[in-house]
């Protein structure tokens, strides 16, 4: 467990030039048209300042008016949006769906709406759309032609819409993110989200991690997330989204299998693991609380280890090449509360 010299200067060249960025990756906004939030953007930039928040995804409902109010920034507000759907040739007890289209700016949306028909999408800063079922198929297409536009793709709030047994129906492909924390770290939806997002690692899918608060009335700083990156920029955070690296919550975890981070994959044998955690985001950070980080493996816990916020920590392993994937979390020792989720590194065996 113990890491040395070697281990810290590797994974800290590893994020060179990076710094941590907190925000949100799902809210909604009052930008007008179809938009059902409740405050204006003016209002976001000046909570998000006051929350100590680098960034927003405000990805409202059938509308693409929103990215080009001139209150938008690139780098704090991050575009895209989120229309909903049934799945309906899957059977369960209910087939609803969310989904979170995120990209850097306007006009991948509307190349992405304009290729499908489904959405009736009529075009231009005030063209409107509809919300289209899909069969799993084609829904499996509409996710790969956000991949290639450059976006990335979030399964959101998944237990609270769509109700159904079999983990595997919250699945649709490999690489591509599912909300976990939702609302906050203490909801009992985020409970219920985090035992699904083990259900499908455990039968072998490779999916992100992801919060988001859903804001709709106003900014909060109850579910963020952590993106080490070199700007604050859209492109920037997005391509780290697309890779996996990124953490699930308000505290920095890099972590890396050789050169490979958070996200990845590779063959185990014969590599070391380096995990550091240090950056902890205001609203979580006490200096009288333990805090601890926990190492995973699709067989249990690997290691444990309490340490100070103010100090934090580094661990490094050699991999074990049996394991399926690493991943790492962060909780709060006095609140008995899970902070932050690491993505898996896996382990192509």
């Known amino acids: 467990m113990h890491a040395t010299d070697k281990d810290i200067a590797h994974v800290a060249a590893l994020y060179e030039g990076r710094r941590a960025f907190f925000g949100e990756l799902h809210d909604h906004a009052a930008t007008g048209g179809t938009a059902d939030g409740k405050r204006n953007l003016d209002h976001w930039k000046?909570?998000?300042?006051?929350?100590?928040?680098?960034?927003?995804?405000?990805?409202?409902?059938?509308?693409?008016?929103?990215?080009?109010?001139?209150?938008?920034?690139?780098?704090?507000?991050?575009?895209?949006?989120?229309?909903?759907?049934?799945?309906?040739?899957?059977?369960?007890?209910?087939?609803?769906?969310?989904?979170?289209?995120?990209?850097?700016?306007?006009?991948?949306?509307?190349?992405?709406?304009?290729?499908?028909?489904?959405?009736?999408?009529?075009?231009?800063?005030?063209?409107?759309?509809?919300?289209?079922?899909?069969?799993?198929?084609?829904?499996?297409?509409?996710?790969?032609?956000?991949?290639?536009?450059?976006?990335?793709?979030?399964?959101?709030?998944?237990?609270?819409?769509?109700i159904s047994d079999n983990p595997l129906d919250y699945w649709f492909r490999d690489y591509t993110g599912?909300?976990?924390?939702?609302?906050?770290?203490?909801?009992?939806?985020?409970?219920?989200?985090?035992?699904?997002?083990?259900?499908?690692?455990?039968?072998?899918?490779?999916?992100?991690?992801?919060?988001?608060?859903?804001?709709?009335?106003?900014c909060s700083d109850r579910a963020l997330t952590t993106i080490y990156s070199a700007e604050r920029k859209n492109v920037a955070y997005i391509s780290h989204l697309r890779e996996g690296d990124f953490v699930c919550g308000p505290v920095g975890i890099k972590m890396c299998v050789g050169d490979t981070r958070m996200g990845g994959h590779l063959p185990f044998e014969g590599e070391r693991l380096v995990l550091s955690v240090s950056d902890f985001h205001k609203s979580v950070k006490n200096p009288e609380h333990s805090y601890r980080l926990d190492l995973i493996s699709d067989k249990g816990l690997v290691e444990s280890v309490e340490f100070s916020c103010e100090e934090g920590v580094t661990i490094a392993i050699d991999c074990d090449p049996s394991v399926s994937f690493y991943r790492a979390e962060v909780f709060d020792v006095n609140r008995d509360l899970r902070l932050a989720l690491g993505n898996p590194i896996w382990n192509d065996k």
């Open 178 to 218: 599912i909300e976990v924390i939702y609302r906050s770290l203490e909801s009992k939806h985020t409970e219920n989200n985090y035992k699904l997002y083990c259900d499908i690692l455990a039968e072998g899918k490779r999916l992100y991690c992801c919060a988001g608060g859903d804001g709709h009335a106003c």
């Open 46 to 162: 000046g909570a998000m300042e006051a929350f100590g928040m680098d960034f927003a995804a405000i990805l409202d409902h059938k509308q693409v008016r929103h990215m080009y109010l001139p209150e938008w920034e690139d780098g704090v507000f991050i575009g895209g949006t989120e229309p909903g759907t049934g799945i309906i040739d899957i059977e369960c007890e209910k087939n609803s769906v969310h989904y979170n289209m995120i990209f850097p700016g306007p006009k991948s949306t509307e190349e992405l709406l304009h290729s499908f028909p489904e959405y009736q999408f009529e075009g231009g800063e005030e063209g409107h759309f509809i919300y289209p079922k899909f069969k799993r198929e084609r829904f499996i297409e509409l996710i790969e032609k956000v991949l290639s536009l450059g976006g990335f793709f979030v399964h959101p709030h998944p237990k609270q819409l769509m």
